[in-house]
């Protein structure tokens, strides 16, 4: 894996920030364009821009290929049967409501149970909170380990009979724990449970099989897996998506409309109400077509070194609090001592270095950590030891700065 190659073909690395290279760090939070990427979006907009599935003039054609050229591409990225299993989305948020909206308001009643965990992300713990106070249902959530692991044991403990949902994230946007999706799925289904995957952090980084998982539903988005903003995917078992009711209403998704009365059009457009994201759709495909020339496996290989070589150097700097288990997707948590965050990533700024600071929507995982907020630098394919590298060297004149000021 050629990384100095794969970088030539993202130009917004190629700038200083503050009079420094840009070092950018924050990919968990969106990741950047390749080129490959930009000219697939710009060439539709530049040549085939028009409305999908509507109109049968030659751009509506070239359009309505390239977009359903694109849900193909995410069908065999994920392994989903059928592209009908395959519903474009705004991102993992709306993916993830869309389910919380029709199947669970329509599935789950009083008594019933949800599962979920501590480390979520609040895209993946709010939709739970309201589908449980309209259906009578009770929210419940596995325990974490001391490292921010869930074990097996817990939830064979946790998950009962009367769980009817379980809802987990693939890897946590906050530790890097990359949870047993695979074992707890099969555990949710021997209690007759259905199992929401979280994939936000899991798709961009790592081969997806969704068959060999096992899980009813996946959620991700496009913009932190180098493709654009506004556009994600909703993988659903058929079975489920079949016997669920569209969220959104409209053009677009209807079969027939009568005054009192319409059905709907088939899987998986009953769910894409509305002009749909075309551009952005074509650049998901862009991109996943770029992912694959890298290889998904030389991307999860050169991460797992990157975040392991960043756990090494980080240790080296006194009065560092890290955060997450040994083992980890590409990303490491941190807060320095007697510094906030936020001026820990602002000092980091002014070095030309992009990190996250705040509570990275995990609220309640902060709790856990009995801390308000963190910085988070988390890696890509783009990446280099250089980086983490010159990361240490800005932590270090951070913790100088701040200790001659206090």
């Given amino acids: 894996m050629d990384v100095k190659a794969i970088r030539q073909l993202f130009p917004i690395l190629n700038q200083e920030v503050n009079g420094h290279p840009l070092v950018y760090l924050d990919s968990s939070a969106t990741s950047q364009k390749p080129l490959p990427v930009i000219e697939a979006v710009d060439a539709y907009y530049r040549h085939d821009n028009s409305n999908v599935h509507r109109g049968v003039h030659t751009l509506g054609t070239r359009a309505t290929d390239k977009y359903e050229g694109a849900r193909e591409k995410v069908r065999r990225f994920i392994n989903a049967s059928s592209t009908a299993e395959v519903i474009f989305t705004r991102g993992t948020t709306t993916s993830i409501n869309t389910v919380a909206y029709s199947y669970a308001r329509s599935n789950l009643k009083a008594g019933d149970e949800i599962v979920i965990t501590p480390m979520e992300h609040h895209s993946n713990i709010i939709p739970w909170q309201q589908a449980a106070k309209a259906t009578g249902a009770q929210l419940k959530?596995?325990?974490?380990?001391?490292?921010?692991?869930?074990?097996?044991?817990?939830?064979?403990?946790?998950?009962?009979?009367?769980?009817?949902?379980?809802?987990?994230?693939?890897?946590?946007?906050?530790?890097?724990?990359?949870?047993?999706?695979?074992?707890?799925?099969?555990?949710?289904?021997?209690?007759?449970?259905?199992?929401?995957?979280?994939?936000?952090?899991?798709a961009p980084h790592m081969k997806v099989d969704v068959q060999d998982i096992d899980c009813d539903f996946y959620a991700f988005s496009g913009h932190k897996m180098c493709a654009p903003t506004g556009i994600g995917v909703l993988y659903g078992k058929r079975q489920h998506l079949e016997s669920m009711e569209p969220v959104e209403f409209g053009g677009e998704m209807i079969d027939f409309v009568n005054l009192y009365d319409s059905t709907w059009k088939e899987l998986p457009w009953k769910f894409e109400g509305g002009t749909p994201i075309i551009a952005g759709a074509i650049g998901l495909g862009a991109a996943i077509d770029f992912l694959n020339d890298v290889g998904m496996e030389n991307i999860a290989d050169h991460e797992h070194k990157l975040a392991a070589y960043a756990l090494e150097k980080l240790r080296t700097i006194d009065g560092i609090s890290i955060y997450g288990p040994e083992e980890r997707a590409a990303l490491v948590t941190f807060n320095l001592d007697d510094v906030h965050p936020h001026d820990t990533a602002t000092a980091l700024d002014a070095e030309g270095i992009a990190v996250r600071a705040g509570h990275?929507?995990?609220?309640?995982?902060?709790?856990?950590?009995?801390?308000?907020?963190?910085?988070?630098a988390s890696f890509y394919l783009y990446n280099t030891e250089e980086d983490i590298d010159v990361l240490v060297d800005g932590l270090l004149k951070t913790k100088e700065y701040f200790g001659d000021v206090f």
């Fill in 141 to 202: 959530y596995l325990p974490l380990q001391e490292d921010g692991t869930i074990s097996l044991k817990d939830v064979h403990e946790t998950i009962t009979e009367n769980t009817k949902l379980v809802a987990i994230a693939h890897v946590s946007n906050v530790l890097g724990t990359v949870n047993p999706v695979k074992e707890v799925a099969k555990i949710a289904h021997e209690h007759g449970a259905v199992i929401l995957i979280d994939g936000a952090q899991g």
């Fill in 360 to 376: 990275h929507c995990a609220q309640p995982l902060m709790k856990w950590l009995n801390v308000t907020a963190t910085a988070r």
